[in-house]
């Protein structure tokens, strides 16, 4: 699984002249800028990579272990969507 350190490990070594500091800003700044636009339920489109929304479910009934039933508040869901182009590279 990447982290934000990784990335900026890897990004680091391929751009040696960039500081580490600078390039751990831009990560930052990047995993900002996501997190903002989707808490607005806004799509986030990477080309290449792929896509991230905000999808809904409604309200359900559950019932709890000492079968209480009750009703389950709307809720959200990151969603993301990998493109056509990262699917293939993934699947050679």
């Known amino acids: 699984?990447?982290?934000?350190?990784n990335i900026i490990t890897k990004v680091a070594k391929?751009?040696?002249?960039l500081e580490r500091v600078v390039i751990a800003a831009i990560v930052n700044r990047f995993f900002e800028i996501l997190s903002s636009t989707l808490e607005r339920h806004n799509r986030v489109e990477i080309r290449g990579f792929g896509s991230f929304s905000i999808r809904s479910y409604?309200?359900?009934e559950t019932s709890h272990s000492i079968l209480q039933?009750?009703?389950k508040n709307q809720y959200f869901k990151t969603y993301f969507?990998?493109?056509?182009k990262l699917s293939d590279l993934i699947n050679e």
Do not use: V
Request: aromatic share 10%; no cysteine; net charge positive.
């Open 1 to 5: 699984m990447a982290t934000k350190s």
């Open 58 to 60: 409604n309200l359900k």
């Open 14 to 17: 391929r751009y040696p002249l």
């Open 81 to 84: 969507r990998s493109s056509k």
């Open 69 to 71: 039933k009750f009703a």
